[in-house]
Every structure is written in C-alpha cells, then in structure tokens.
C-alpha cells in the first residue's frame, strides 16, 4: 500500500464517521465490503 492510498483511506473512514449518524449500519457495512 502507497502512503497516499492510505491518505485516501483516511480520508473516506472520516467521511464515514461523518455520515455514521445519516446511514444504517447495514449500507455502512456493504461500503466496508465493497
């Protein structure tokens, strides 16, 4: 893994956290998954 492909990472896991309150677990986890 690049250290910029982790940034990316980084990144969408906040954006994650963010929308956590917006969306259902079960979307959430497909995302992870996909």
Known sequence: ???HRR???LR???QRA???K???L???I???IV
Do not use: H
């Open 7 to 9: 940034l990316l990472l």
């Open 12 to 14: 969408r896991m906040k």
């Open 22 to 24: 917006l969306l259902p």
């Open 18 to 20: 963010k929308s956590r």
């Open 1 to 3: 893994m690049t250290p």
């Open 30 to 32: 497909q995302r992870l």
């Open 26 to 28: 079960s979307q959430q």
